[in-house]
């Protein structure tokens, strides 16, 4: 089980990113331009908050069937002290799910916005520290595809 798990999250991470900087141009252009508010942007953010959660539960899953990570767990003294191990035991995880709420909330809080400048602005903002912070949890180390 823990091969196909660490396939999807390596490659799902693609299409998390891309999601995330589709939402982030399109909140840019919307500022930029003036242009109004779309469904369809409210659809893009949804999709990339969405895309954010699937690789959360992979992650999880992932978490919990990976003998690397298990070996990390049980030896939380010797885990801390070393950055690596401790980046995969609990900093990745951690940063992650914020940039789940970063995703989330900036969906949400978009969508309630009064004017349309308002909810690009929220979008771009929420998005903009979801995309940083998936920058600064993505262990760049690891193989980029993994065959």
């Known amino acids: 089980m823990h091969p196909p798990l660490l396939y999807l999250h390596s490659y799902l991470r693609w299409f998390v990113l891309a999601a995330v900087v589709v939402v982030l141009v399109r909140?840019?252009?919307?500022?930029l331009r003036g242009t109004p508010w779309r469904s369809g942007d409210l659809i893009w953010a949804k999709g990339a908050a969405h895309l954010l959660t699937a690789q959360l539960v992979v992650g999880v899953l992932l978490y919990a069937?990976?003998?690397?990570?298990?070996?990390?767990?049980?030896?939380?003294?010797?885990?801390?002290?070393?950055?690596?191990?401790?980046?995969?035991?609990?900093?990745?995880?951690?940063?992650?799910?914020?940039?789940l709420g970063a995703a989330h909330a900036g969906t949400a809080i978009a969508r309630k916005g009064k004017t349309d400048r308002a909810r690009f602005t929220r979008l771009t903002v929420a998005f903009s520290i979801a995309l940083a912070l998936i920058a600064y949890g993505t262990p760049w180390a690891r193989p980029f595809f993994r065959f």
């Not at 909140?27 to 500022?31: A, E, P, R, T, V």
């Open 27 to 31: 909140g840019l252009l919307g500022l």
């Open 65 to 99: 069937v990976s003998p690397f990570i298990r070996d990390l767990l049980d030896n939380m003294g010797a885990t801390m002290q070393d950055r690596a191990s401790r980046f995969f035991a609990v900093e990745h995880a951690f940063i992650m799910v914020l940039a």
